[in-house]
């Protein structure tokens, strides 16, 4: 007990340490959270109305961020898979950074559903025992059954290898390892049951897609990994944390594969569509040409396209895979790809025309942009002093010989 309360305090010690860029970057984050507060107070004083949502479009912004951070949840796999079942050394060194990730992620996920919800004060009836979450028959309450899972399994594995390497320890690999193991398929779970949460009412025919689980997961280990390969090279230079080239290599090579295997499917998806022509094929005219005049969606359709093929062609040629400029490039446009398509490409498109016929042209509200820029200065904060924690005793900087009280104010 003496141990881990050492470690706890160690831990508080590290996030209040930091030089003049570290809390500027905390204040910046902090000033956000409180305009999103605010707008979130406001949004649960006068309701649902004060977003741009109504009844034909009653999915937006919200619900499209959070399909999104499941998918860079999820990604983590992409690190534990070459790592533990591989035994993959240069990225076994850095695999609890993608888990690290995962858990801020989830966080987030779970703030953008709670905030998409009209009533969060009814959300105990999702709750067992004192709720009735219509288990095993909802898919919701599958959702936060996976979601919960998958978030406990990271923090409990990524707390127990820090834990044990402040200490000087190896993990107890007897716990840890199928604690790890049990990850792979709860990150797939998650992302598979969000995609059944859409693909499960029958009535959205743009949704109702047996690939669709198949193009979430792709998606996301495109995604996911993006933001990583950046992330890794940020904390390389930045933190001191050796990471070998040849980690980012191998997390760009699979990540070629599953942009492959995602524009396929999305293929698949459009000549099944325009080839049989039938009336279910209006959503995505509405989504690619426009219709009846109404086109909002049209130029962020055509720039997740150009940005996902281009980052494809970027990550397949080995010589611009290689190339750290081209490598940054194509992360950035499959980012933008991937967020453009499972965000308002995914979700409006559904529900337009609605089943009156009706086509209302969705686009967030400040006040919506406003609480999202609040959940995603969250997820930021809790990455970074989760990262405040993790590098030094990754880099052995900090351990039960050097704790966090004989550093300098700044050297943590």
Sequence with gaps: MRFITEFIFGSLRLMLRGGKL??????????LIVIGTLAYIEQLQVGMITTNLRDPVSWGFYIGNFT????VAAAAVVLVIPAYIYDWKPI???????????????VMCMLFVTVDIGHPERFWHLLPIIGRPNFPRSLLSWDVLVLTLYL???LFIATHILFRWYHKREYNKKLAVPLILLSIPAAVSIHTVT???????AARSFWNSAILAPRFLTSAFCSGPAIILILLQVIRKYWGLNIKNEALQKIAELMAYAMFINLFLFGAEIFREFYS????LIHYRYLFKGLHGHHALVPFAWVSVFCSVVAFLLFLIPRTRKNFVT??????LIYIGVYIEKGVALVVPGFTPSMLGEIYEYQPSLLEWKVAAGIFAIGFMIFTLLLKVAIPVMTGRVDKERPPSKLGRTAA
């Design 277 to 280: 022509d039938t009336h279910h």
């Design 195 to 201: 995609a059944f949460l859409y693909n499960g009412l």
């Design 22 to 31: 570290y809390w500027a970057w905390m204040a910046l984050l902090a000033g």
């Design 152 to 154: 406990c399994l990271n």
């Design 68 to 71: 999104f951070l499941v998918g």
């Design 92 to 106: 076994k060194e850095i695999v609890i950074l993608g888990e690290l990730l995962a858990i801020s992620a989830i």
């Design 327 to 332: 490598l940054n490039i194509g992360a950035v």
